[in-house]
């Protein structure tokens, strides 16, 4: 059920990343060829970037998709490696707390006050906090999920992740 949740949240993100690309091409244009433009383009942009970066988290997580750097943790043993994967679930669970608490807090003043931004149409702010709050708290749901799938993992005695010193599971850049 939570993959299909992080799908669709990651298909959401990509029809902002469409519509950004849509909405900035005609403002350009109309701006270009007919000095006018689309009324609170910035607002928009500004929303639409919030889903194209928070939405993709959970499924980003998932497929374990995260930068990393492994200049000195690929030459600890496997089982020191598996360990630091917990605790870089652990670190993210702790540095997502934070933001979910204030997200929850914005989004429920906002919808409270009933904001909306400044301009030629008066767009409500709703929108982009609640987006923000959905986008974090499913990361952080798909974390605690998955370290304590990744303890029971290391306690049956098994790798969490694949062996990075084969060859054929690097990625050519």
């Known amino acids: 059920m939570l993959s299909r949740i992080e799908s669709f949240l990651l298909n959401l993100a990509a029809l902002a990343v469409i519509g950004l690309g849509l909405l900035i091409t005609s403002s350009v244009l109309l701006r270009a060829l007919f000095n006018s433009g689309i ?43 598996d360990w630091l994967v917990v605790l870089g679930s652990i670190v993210g669970l702790l540095a997502l707390a934070p933001l979910i608490w204030a997200g929850w807090k914005e989004a429920v003043h906002t919808l409270q006050s009933g904001s909306y931004f400044f301009g030629q149409l008066n767009l409500p702010k709703w929108p982009g906090r609640v987006i923000f709050l959905f986008g974090v708290s499913f990361c952080w749901l798909r974390l605690a999920i998955q370290m304590v799938g990744d303890i029971r993992t290391i306690r049956a005695g098994r790798r969490v992740l694949i062996d990075p010193s084969r060859p054929e599971h690097h990625e050519e850049v």
């Open 39 to 81: 009324p609170d383009t910035i607002n928009m942009v500004r929303e639409l970037m919030v889903a194209a970066i928070v939405l993709p988290l959970a499924a980003t997580a998932a497929a374990r998709g995260n930068i990393v750097v492994e200049v000195l943790s690929e030459r600890l043993p496997p089982r020191t490696q």
